[in-house]
């Protein structure tokens, strides 16, 4: 489709409620209950500082997307600036990332219904301290069946959200709102925030609100603000209304976020906390179960309900996204041509669809709470960040009359710190998890391999001189997440403190060769031909 056929119609407050609507999924249902389980009342500022993180991030994407305004965006950025192999890695992470939301949206409402009354309800969910609880075999059943079900909807090409799009995202927005406010004023414990995590006297332990931000699923609560971004084709003055979407749906969210994280703080019953601290409390539908102890029965029907709608409109969502994800990919040149097939009468690409439906079902039977699966996708999440900053950036050097709708004022600063606060996210995540998700992340090499010597390694040299920042920036964080303080799962051969100054400096030394490492590849030539197509035409 040709960049002049898309409509440019959507007007800037519409573009902020995609965002919202992308960004209010399962997070809030469970994010405040993890949080406070790792930082205590330090939760709050986990948050704060989440949002942040995220905000720098998404305004490096925010000129990306004004200036290559596609569907499905994200994975094509790092393939513009740096060729073939850092666009597959970079495509991989992201796919990885989004295609692990559909099972954990299903594991979102089916734990959710543990928290009902009835014994086969409570039966599909088993509890465990720390957020490790997961669903029994009937409960994993259920998850199954949903994601069957986000599955055929989409095969189907069943339009059932588009129209309603926007009754869902104010509904979306009305009940955490409600939620919390209720909880505040129904029942509220000002002595909680005096507990830590462990039952003892609270104090802010810096290292557990930065694990909360990389694993509770803080990254994951706003991981939306690429809906925006990916709709940047389709906005009315892109320059304009994608950073006021994206700022705006940010800071709207993160006012829920503190709002429900407060409530939950204050509401939790002084007596639960008494047995183990934060740590020991593990709801599997946290603020319905909190509804019915302070008598708001109302609010506990409107969460059942809500937990049912909000995770299956993102699960869907997220079943339409991956499949094209997988389709652009096929077009990088990095994916069997099957998933490039789109079946004519329902316009969706249906071999690729097939394939994810396997691969949510690997992740589910995988990680089998939201708590654990969560945490995963957070950090592939991050991974998939990492290519944004030094893509734009790069661009501006390799590529500096392409059109560019949004200009960032200071970028090479926001580019930098974007960078570096997505390196320091992933360290705080925690030896092994850091490991093992980086470990995923090599995994898919083979597959680049082989196409590449199917294509007779036609320029494969200057692929991999873009791209050797990137092979060894993965290893080498690894490493450190390894040696470093045991505050972060690590070996404890970097002292706590010192080692956020090691990865800060190493993930500064990655950039600039990041940076540097970008070349004019092919793609960007072809984007300025038909730019400057369109503007003679």
Do not use: C
Request: charged share 10%; no cysteine; glycine share 10%.
């Amino acid at each position: 489709m040709s960049s002049s056929s898309i409509r440019r119609d959507v007007s800037p407050f519409a573009l902020m409620l995609t965002g919202l609507g992308s960004i209010i999924g399962s997070g809030w249902l469970f994010g405040a209950w993890r949080a406070a389980g790792l930082a205590g009342p330090g939760a709050i500022w986990a948050w704060v500082l989440g949002a942040a993180i995220i905000m720098t991030i998404a305004l490096t994407y925010a000129e990306l997307g004004s200036m290559f305004p596609e569907s499905g965006g994200m994975v094509r950025y790092s393939h513009y600036s740096h060729g073939s192999l850092v666009g597959f890695i970079g495509a991989w992470a992201n796919w990885i990332a989004i295609v692990s939301v559909i099972p954990v949206e299903a594991e979102a409402s089916v734990q959710y219904m543990a928290g009902w009354k009835w014994q086969w309800a409570q039966n599909l969910y088993l509890h465990a301290a720390g957020g490790h609880g997961e669903l029994t075999v009937p409960g994993l059943w259920i998850a199954a069946a949903l994601v069957l079900l986000y599955f055929l909807l989409n095969f189907w090409s069943v339009k059932l959200f588009a129209h309603s799009n926007t009754a869902i995202t104010v509904f979306k927005l009305i009940v955490p709102a409600a939620t919390g406010i209720a909880l505040i004023a129904s029942g509220f414990h000002h002595e909680n925030f005096s507990v830590g995590v462990h039952g003892d006297a609270h104090a802010i332990d810096f290292a557990a609100v930065l694990t909360a931000v990389a694993t509770a699923g803080i990254v994951f609560s706003f991981n939306g603000f690429q809906s925006p971004v990916n709709l940047a084709g389709e906005a009315r003055n892109p320059g304009k209304s994608i950073p006021f979407a994206i700022v705006g749906s940010i800071g709207l969210a993160t006012v829920i976020y503190i709002i429900l994280q407060v409530a939950y703080l204050g509401a939790v019953p002084p007596d639960l906390l008494a047995k183990a601290g934060w740590h020991g409390i593990d709801f599997s539908s946290p603020f319905a179960q909190l509804a019915v102890i302070v008598n708001l029965n109302w609010l506990a029907l409107l969460l059942y309900a809500d937990a049912f709608i909000s995770p299956s409109g993102t699960g869907m969502t997220y079943t339409a996204t991956t499949a094209r994800m997988l389709y652009g990919m096929e077009r990088n040149g990095t994916m069997p041509k099957i998933f490039g097939h789109i079946d004519p009468k329902s316009g969706v690409p249906r071999p690729a669809m097939w394939f994810n439906l396997v691969v949510s079902y690997l992740f589910l039977f995988q990680f089998r709470g939201w708590g654990t699966l969560a945490a995963v996708i957070s950090v592939a999440t991050i991974i998939s960040y990492i290519t944004g900053p030094v893509s734009v950036m790069t661009l501006r050097r390799t590529a500096p009359d392409l059109h560019r709708p949004l200009r960032l004022a200071g970028l090479p600063v926001l580019a930098g710190v974007a960078f570096v606060m997505s390196t320091e996210l992933l360290y705080w995540a925690k030896w092994p998890l850091t490991g093992q998700i980086i470990l995923l992340m090599v995994v898919a090499l083979p597959v680049y391999l082989y196409y590449q010597a199917k294509s007779g390694w036609h320029d494969f040299g200057r692929q991999l001189k873009g791209a050797w920042w990137l092979i060894a920036y993965l290893p080498a964080i690894a490493l450190v997440s390894w040696a470093g303080s045991t505050t972060f799962g690590g070996q404890g051969y970097l002292p706590y403190g010192w080692d956020l100054v090691v990865v800060a400096v190493i993930s500064l030394v990655f950039y600039v060769w990041g940076v540097k490492s970008g070349w004019r590849t092919p793609s960007v030539e072809v984007a300025e031909r038909e730019a400057a197509g369109h503007s003679h035409g």
